[in-house]
T-cell receptor, first 112, second 113 residues
C-alpha cells in the first residue's frame, strides 16, 4: 500500500500567496526527492534532501527534511502562475531497497 | 528533453487485448523504472530493472510483466486488459542503483475501451 502521504491533495491560491505541501512517511526515509509535474507533462526532478533537518532553497522554493527523516515540506513564497502543477515527494524506504515511493501529490492551482 | 523515450505516445485498445509499451532510457542509464498514473492519481510504482535484472516489484498485477533487454531498453507488457487499466504509464531511468534523480519519459497514455 501507499507508504508516503501528502497533504493537501489540492490547493488553490491567489497569485502572490504562499503555498506549502507536506509529505509524511510511515517509516524512516533514506532520503527524499521532490518532483514537479506540469499539467499534461511528466515529473521533473527538483531537489534531493538527505540529512536530518536539512533545508534547501531554490529561489522562491524552500525544502525541508524532518529531524526524524519521516516528513518533508515544500514551501513556495509568493506563488506565480508558472508554479501551477502537481508536486510529488518521493522517498526511498529502507536501506538496500532501490524502489522509490512517490507521495500522493499536491495539485497546485494559481489564480491570476 | 529528459533523454528517455517512450513509445507509443497514445494507445487505444479494447478490453481483453494485450499491448506492449516500450522505453529507451537515457544513454548510460542502467536502471529503468515503470510507474502507472491513473487520472488525477499519484504515481504507482510497478517495477524496477537494473542492467537486465528485476530488482524490485511494486503494485504490479499478474497480468502485467516487464523485461529489460541487453541494450537496456525495457518493455512493459499488459495483457487481458480491463477498463481500469486505462492510465498514463511512465518510464524513468537513472544511472545506477544510487539515489540520483529519476528522469522520466513523456509517458504512454493507454485507453482501454
Amino acid at each position: 500500500g501507499q507508504q508516503v502521504m501528502q497533504i493537501p491533495q489540492y490547493q488553490h491560491v491567489q497569485e502572490g500567496e504562499d503555498f506549502t505541501t507536506y509529505c509524511n512517511s510511515s517509516t524512516t526515509l533514506s532520503n527524499i526527492q521532490w518532483y514537479k509535474q506540469r499539467p499534461g507533462g511528466h515529473p521533473v526532478f527538483l531537489i534531493q534532501l538527505v540529512k536530518s533537518g536539512e533545508v534547501k532553497k531554490q529561489k522562491r522554493l524552500t525544502f525541508q527534511f524532518g529531524e526524524a527523516k519521516k516528513n518533508s515540506s515544500l514551501h513556495i513564497t509568493a506563488t506565480q502562475t508558472t508554479d501551477v502543477g502537481t508536486y510529488f515527494c518521493a522517498g526511498r524506504v529502507g536501506t538496500g531497497a532501490n524502489n522509490l515511493f512517490f507521495g500522493t501529490g499536491t495539485r497546485l492551482t494559481v489564480i491570476p | 528533453d529528459s533523454g528517455v523515450t517512450q513509445t507509443p505516445k497514445h494507445l487505444i485498445t479494447a478490453t481483453g487485448q494485450r499491448v506492449t509499451l516500450r522505453c529507451s532510457p537515457r544513454s548510460g542509464d542502467l536502471s529503468v523504472y515503470w510507474y502507472q498514473q491513473s487520472l488525477d492519481q499519484g504515481l504507482q510504482f510497478l517495477i524496477h530493472y537494473y542492467n537486465g535484472e528485476e530488482r524490485a516489484k511494486g503494485n504490479i498485477l499478474e497480468r502485467f510483466s516487464a523485461q529489460q533487454f541487453p541494450d537496456l531498453h525495457s518493455e512493459l507488457n499488459l495483457s487481458s486488459l480491463e477498463l481500469g487499466d486505462s492510465a498514463l504509464y511512465f518510464c524513468a531511468s537513472r544511472p545506477g542503483q544510487t539515489d540520483s534523480p529519476l528522469h522520466f519519459g513523456n509517458g504512454t497514455r493507454l485507453t482501454v475501451t
